[in-house]
Structures are given as structure tokens and as C-alpha cells.
């Protein structure tokens, strides 16, 4: 069957199964995986696929004869995709504004919260930035900082030079550094 055929097209307006199964078989695929990039989540780009198909048949009756279903349906799938995107941005922009008033109607009253939550905040950044090391990285600076191990037992331990230690702790720090930069604007203005 030719997908930009009259034949394809006249079986589609007239809602002949085997043409929309046809259709379905050929893009569905390919389109989810577009979406898929578009939207970086599989489950809504599924529903964005369907979601195009379903309209399709819903609009059978208006396609027009000279209709080519490829284009069509990428281009309905990509127009999907940008309203999934604005949906999403309008609903966190919501999510965001509602933890903003919270924040500022209940958190702000209580300093004690505020600080509890913003001890938390940075306890959860810390140990992101810890998780993004290098494994061996990750292990000698989780051994020396949060065991209190000396360079000496970490080697021994772990069965590598004192200078290896050494050196991951280097870059552990620098990496850390970076990783952690806006943090120490946070503990400066936290001091004021």
C-alpha cells in the first residue's frame, strides 16, 4: 500500500480498518521515538502518539485527497509535543508558585524551619555533589572525610599508594569546588 497514495488517503476517509492499521504499523514507531526526543519522557510521548492517531481518525472525513500521511502525522506529533511542553511549563510554573507561597506563609515564620530546611537543602547538595565523583574518587574522600580515615589507612585498606590517595583527594576537592562553588555565597549571606 502506498502511504501518499489516493488509494491510502480514500481508505482513510472512509475509515477502512486495514488503511489505519496500516498507517499505525508504518509510524508508530518512528513517531514515538521523535516524540520521545522531543519530550525526554517515554510515557508521554506514547500518549502524544496515540493521541495524534486518535485525531486522525477523528478528522478522517477532512483529509484531502492530495494529503501526504507522513508529513501529516510528524507535523501533528511535533505541534503535540510543543503543547505538552507548554502544558508542562505552565503546570511547574504553578507547582513553583504554590511552594513559593507556602514558603513564604508558613517556612519565613518560623526561623527554625527555615533553617532546618535550608540545613537539609544544603546536606542534599553536598552529597550530589559527593555522588557525581568518580567511584575510586568517591570511595577515598567518603573514607577519609565521613570515616575520619587517615591517607595511611585509606592505602592500606584499599590496597594503593599513599600518593594515589592523595592525589584523589586533590581531586575530589577541586571537583567539589567547582560542583559546590554557590555555596559558599550561601554561607557567607547566611553569616550576615
Known amino acids: 500500500m502506498d502511504d501518499n497514495g489516493k488509494h491510502l488517503i480514500a ?3 472512509r475509515g477502512k480498518e486495514e488503511a489505519f492499521a496500516y498507517v499505525f504499523r508504518l509510524y508508530y514507531g518512528p513517531l514515538l521515538n521523535y ?6 519522557d517515554t510515557e508521554l510521548a506514547n500518549d502524544v502518539v496515540q493521541e495524534c492517531f486518535c485525531k486522525l481518525y477523528e478528522r478522517r472525513k477532512e483529509l484531502k485527497e ?3 500521511v507522513r508529513p ?10 510543543m503543547d505538552a511542553i507548554k502544558h508542562q511549563k505552565v503546570r511547574d510554573n504553578y507547582i513553583n508558585q504554590e511552594l513559593l507561597d507556602f514558603y513564604f506563609s508558613k517556612v519565613i515564620e518560623t526561623p527554625e524551619a527555615e533553617q532546618a530546611l535550608l540545613e537539609e537543602d ?3 547538595a553536598i552529597q550530589d555533589a559527593i555522588d557525581k565523583l568518580p567511584e575510586r574518587c568517591r570511595e577515598i574522600f567518603v573514607l577519609s572525610k565521613m570515616e575520619g580515615l587517615s591517607n595511611k589507612q585509606i592505602s592500606e585498606q584499599l590496597n594503593i599508594s599513599i ?16 560542583e559546590l562553588g554557590w ?3 550561601i554561607i ?5
Open 183 to 185: 555555596l559558599l555565597c
Open 35 to 40: 516524540a520521545g526526543r522531543i519530550l525526554k
Open 163 to 178: 600518593k594515589t590517595v592523595e592525589a584523589q583527594m586533590t581531586t575530589a576537592f577541586v571537583r567539589l569546588r567547582k
Open 72 to 81: 501529516y502525522l510528524y507535523k501533528s506529533v511535533y505541534n503535540s509535543c
Open 122 to 124: 544544603l546536606r542534599g
Open 188 to 192: 557567607l549571606f547566611q553569616n550576615f
Open 66 to 68: 492530495e494529503l501526504e
Open 11 to 13: 481508505g482513510l476517509r
